[in-house]
T-cell receptor, first 113, second 114 residues
């Protein structure tokens, strides 16, 4: 049972344009959502997060949007840079627990110079 | 503090052997997690410590797996009688105790069972 889904295994975007990565979830108990970036042979690096009480969180070039009614979140990267090429994982956790993360399967983003 | 540290980075072992991995979390963090990642999948939760207490174990963690966190500092993950299906990246993460706190991951230990 995949509770967090990233339906696009890969995405290619021209440098300077906007990258939009999508994530859907099925568990309505999730209340905290995170995006991690992963380079080959390295551990995931925390990028940005959003609490369920918000619908948008912005940090520099990165913005995460949350649509609770649709159980959908997206990560926008503007402008996209070659160093953004990596695998991006969406993750979620439930409240009042140990905050273990449930991850999606990832989207490989390739920025084309 | 340079972040979460995991050793070794790579381990190749023969089927049936025992292996042990070590994780040194960020020093102020009292939560520590182990995850496993296989090819094409996201990390999957294995177990969780708050200080020295192991508070949750996933059903993915068979009897051959054991984790410890003595004194609430570093943690070890041991796999006994390794099988080829144990081949994966083993990731450690740590975080502050609290509500909606992000977890910081180490670089992982890549295990290959031959």
């Amino acid at each position: 049972d995949q509770q967090v889904k990233q339906n696009s295994p890969s995405l290619s975007v021209q440098e300077g344009r906007i990258s939009i990565l999508n994530c859907d979830y099925t568990n309505s108990m999730f209340d905290y959502f995170l995006w991690y970036k992963k380079y080959p042979a390295e551990g995931p690096t925390f990028l940005i997060s959003i609490s369920s009480i918000k619908d948008k969180n912005e940090d520099g070039r990165f913005t995460v949007f949350l649509n609770k009614s649709a159980k959908h979140l997206s990560l926008h990267i503007v402008p996209s840079q070659p160093g953004d090429s990596a695998v991006y994982f969406c993750a979620a956790s439930e409240p009042f627990g140990n905050e273990k993360l449930t991850f999606g399967t990832g989207t490989r983003l390739t920025i084309i110079p | 503090d340079t972040g979460v540290s995991q050793n070794p980075r790579h381990k190749i072992t023969k089927r049936g052997q025992n292996v042990t991995f070590r994780c040194d979390p960020i020093s102020e963090h009292n939560r520590l997690y182990w995850y496993r990642q296989t090819l094409g999948q996201g990390p999957e939760f294995l177990t969780y410590f708050q200080n020295e207490a192991q508070l949750e174990k996933s059903r993915l963690l068979s009897d051959r797996f054991s984790a410890e966190r003595p004194k609430g500092s570093f943690s070890t993950l041991e796999i006994q009688r390794t099988e080829q299906g144990d081949s994966a990246m083993y990731l450690c993460a740590s975080s502050f105790r609290g509500y909606n706190t992000e977890a910081f991951f180490g670089q992982g230990t890549r295990l290959t069972v031959v």
